[in-house]
């Protein structure tokens, strides 16, 4: 019988718990060289700032490490994960580490045997680029991957590349023995529920953990309880973090806001449960900004480099696509959300600590 390889207690435990994971940007210079030192920075950020785990070699990443030409995808996760190394030493818990996989099954399996050579915990596994493919082979192709690393789910929306998957899919899925967790991420409630009944109807409700995804409803994903019909009798699932684009920008603020969402779901009053519902709008009217809805998300990477650049945590925002610029009007979206939702801006907290990373 083939032996699923699973993380470390700690790490599944932190996973289940429910933390911010940031999705990695990459760190460029002005001439579009990788620049080792603000990624550092960056991820050093993202530990001081309380985030429990970084995903590494994904869209923020930006897909085009992998191309022949470029090739950074091995340096990038290499050195990631030693400077997570480095991290670790100053930390109770250790960074839960997540990597990228995507392509057809020579090179998901190829990633996901890298990714865990290099001492990731598991792989967030896309399946965009499979749109021809039916579920049945989808499935067969996740358990290929499955067999190198555990595997974090993904149901990306449609928009940006994702497929619609079934909840009969979502029901296989869960019964990979090392699933540990699901990205929900398809901007669509029906979807998510499909996911959510799926853990349900195959009692995994304590073994995988919900993560959000939906960038339009971050903090309303974090807050409802989902009851629902399952294998073993009507139960409770609760997103319990997010891993996401949106909280690679304004970390520490994220972690805060989790921090306190967790807190409000269990003993929070009624007045605390309408202003987090009020911040719910706030971050989607943010995140539209950031990620550029208006025009179809074409200036998600930049705009998330934008942040990060005004900040000095990264020297430029420029992409590996030089195409890929901040669309019309996109940089007074940034201006504008950060003037009206302050308690999303944590510039004060990196500027206390830019030259400590930096160095």
């Not at 400077?83 to 818990?93: F, I, K, N």
């Not at 680029?129 to 082979?137: Q, R, V, Y």
């Not at 853990?199 to 993560?211: F, P, R, S, T, V």
Request: proline fraction near 4%; charged fraction near 25%.
């Amino acid at each position: 019988m083939m032996k699923y390889p699973m993380p470390p207690v700690n790490i599944l435990d932190a996973l289940r718990r429910g933390c911010v994971i940031p999705a990695s940007p990459l760190a460029l210079d002005g001439r579009g060289a990788f620049d080792e030192r603000y990624q550092r920075a960056v991820y050093r950020y993202y530990s001081a700032a309380g985030a429990g785990g970084i995903a590494v070699g994904v869209h923020t990443t930006q897909f085009e490490i992998r191309d022949a030409e470029i090739n950074l995808f091995d340096r990038v996760l290499g050195f990631a994960s030693e400077v997570m190394d480095d991290l670790d030493s100053g930390r109770e818990t250790p960074l839960i580490r997540i990597a990228g996989v995507c392509g057809q099954t020579v090179q998901a399996v190829g990633e996901a045997g890298l990714a865990a050579k290099l001492g990731y915990h598991a792989g967030l596994l896309s399946l965009a680029g499979h749109d021809s493919h039916d579920e049945k082979t989808l499935i067969k192709h996740c358990r290929l991957v499955a067999e190198k690393i555990p595997l974090v789910g993904f149901y990306l929306q449609p928009a940006v590349g994702g497929r619609f998957l079934s909840h009969a899919f979502w029901r296989d899925f869960v019964r990979i023995p090392n699933v540990v967790a699901i990205k929900v991420a398809p901007f669509n409630r029906y979807q998510t529920l499909d996911v959510v009944r799926a853990i349900a109807m195959e009692g995994k409700e304590n073994d995988i953990a919900l993560y959000t995804g939906n960038d339009d409803s971050i903090i309303a994903d974090l807050m409802i309880p989902y009851q629902v019909q399952g294998k073993n009798g009507r139960v409770t699932l609760r997103f319990c973090g997010g891993l996401l684009g949106q909280w690679s920008v304004w970390t520490s603020s994220m972690v805060a806001l989790l921090r306190d969402i967790h807190r409000v779901v269990k003993v929070g009053s009624g007045d605390e449960v309408r202003a987090l519902l009020v911040k719910n709008g706030e971050l989607t009217d943010a995140n539209a900004a950031v990620f550029d809805a208006a025009n179809a998300f074409s200036g998600c990477i930049p705009g998330i480099n934008e942040i990060l650049r005004r900040q000095g945590l990264l020297p430029s925002r420029r992409c590996l696509d030089v195409a890929l610029e901040l669309s019309p009007g996109q940089a007074e979206e940034l201006d504008r959300v950060r003037g009206e939702y302050p308690w999303l801006v944590d510039d004060d907290f990196v500027a206390t600590h830019l030259e400590e990373w930096l160095s």
